[in-house]
């Protein structure tokens, strides 16, 4: 009998051979030729079992009939044979294995093309307008936050300041570096003198900018509104409307005041 490496064992088992069939070419390829009934004494299995895997590699061209002395018997096909069979079905195999990655593709495809339909969110009150900002706060930043801000003395304001300190604090801790455009009001000089302590960067909204009492915040997908005097907020996730909105703010950013 002829012993298998493991790799040539993990071999024809990736081929698609079982068990009884890799037992079977072990006692064949001696080259002695073999009954069903010898193969049954020398392996142990059954004459049904053997027969239906001698059957099988028949059909594959393995196994060649003979008959010796009016018994049948079966040898081993030259070696070419195996390695063609071998051939073959690793062949099956990539490409099930290819239909498989086009069908995991796909699937994960549609479900990034899904992922950048525009989704709306409102929120009301302070604690909405806290989750806003550390929700800013908390993304990953490859690119700076950009941020209009029309009342810079909201960091003075009883109510809000501590929420405008949480952000800061956790924006600087994850070294997610922000510009901010404000008013050329003396609020807006406060605001800027804070810039170090802030880690940011602040310029004055230049001559006949758009007025607005709209607070945003820009990422790389999100646009996101808070109007105080309602005290109510809005997160768009859309990249290409991000992209648009990031796109004025720097045009604003290079008219902006610089001292």
Same mark, same amino acid.
């Given at each position: 009998?002829?012993?298998? @490496?493991?790799?040539?064992?993990?071999?024809?088992?990736?081929?698609?051979?079982?068990?009884?069939?890799?037992?079977?070419? %072990?006692?064949?390829?001696?080259?002695? @030729?073999?009954?069903?009934?010898?193969?049954?004494?020398?392996?142990?299995?059954?004459?049904?079992?053997?027969? %239906?895997?001698?059957?099988?590699?028949?059909? %594959?061209?393995?196994?060649?009939?003979?008959?010796?002395?009016?018994?049948?018997?079966?040898?081993?096909?030259?070696?070419?044979?195996?390695?063609?069979?071998?051939?073959?079905?690793?062949?099956?195999?990539?490409?099930?294995?290819?239909?498989?990655?086009?069908?995991?593709?796909?699937?994960?495809?549609?479900?990034?093309?899904?992922?950048?339909?525009?989704?709306?969110?409102?929120?009301?009150?302070?604690?909405?307008?806290?989750?806003?900002?550390?929700?800013?706060?908390?993304?990953?930043?490859?690119?700076?936050?950009?941020?209009?801000?029309?009342?810079?003395?909201?960091?003075?304001?009883?109510?809000?300041?501590?929420?405008?300190?949480?952000?800061?604090?956790?924006?600087?801790?994850?070294?997610?570096?922000?510009?901010?455009?404000?008013?050329?009001?003396?609020?807006?000089?406060?605001?800027?003198?804070?810039?170090?302590? %802030?880690?940011?960067?602040?310029?004055?909204?230049?001559?006949?900018?758009?007025?607005?009492?709209?607070?945003?915040?820009?990422?790389?997908?999100?646009?996101?509104?808070?109007?105080?005097?309602?005290?109510?907020?809005?997160?768009?996730?859309?990249?290409?409307?991000?992209?648009?909105?990031?796109?004025?703010?720097?045009?604003?950013?290079?008219?902006?005041?610089?001292?």
């Amino acid at each position: 009998m002829v012993c298998f @490496p493991k790799t040539i064992e993990h071999v024809l088992h990736t081929g698609g051979y079982t068990g009884v069939e890799q037992l079977l070419l %072990r006692h064949l390829l001696p080259g002695e @030729p073999l009954t069903l009934r010898e193969l049954s004494h020398k392996t142990g299995k059954s004459t049904g079992s053997l027969d %239906r895997a001698v059957k099988k590699l028949l059909v %594959r061209r393995i196994l060649q009939r003979a008959t010796v002395n009016e018994q049948q018997k079966f040898t081993v096909a030259p070696a070419a044979s195996l390695v063609e069979s071998l051939a073959s079905g690793f062949q099956r195999q990539r490409t099930l294995l290819e239909r498989q990655e086009r069908e995991v593709r796909t699937f994960f495809t549609s479900l990034s093309l899904e992922s950048e339909h525009p989704a709306l969110e409102h929120v009301r009150g302070i604690e909405g307008i806290a989750q806003l900002l550390r929700r800013i706060a908390s993304v990953s930043c490859p690119s700076d936050v950009l941020h209009v801000l029309p009342q810079p003395a909201c960091e003075d304001d009883t109510q809000l300041s501590p929420l405008y300190d949480a952000f800061h604090h956790q924006r600087s801790t994850s070294r997610c570096f922000a510009r901010v455009l404000v008013p050329s009001t003396r609020d807006g000089l406060r605001f800027r003198e804070r810039d170090a302590l %802030r880690f940011r960067a602040t310029r004055l909204l230049p001559q006949g900018a758009p007025e607005t009492v709209i607070e945003k915040l820009l990422t790389d997908e999100l646009v996101v509104t808070i109007n105080h005097a309602s005290h109510t907020g809005m997160v768009l996730r859309s990249r290409d409307l991000a992209a648009a909105e990031r796109s004025l703010f720097e045009a604003l950013w290079l008219r902006a005041e610089e001292t």
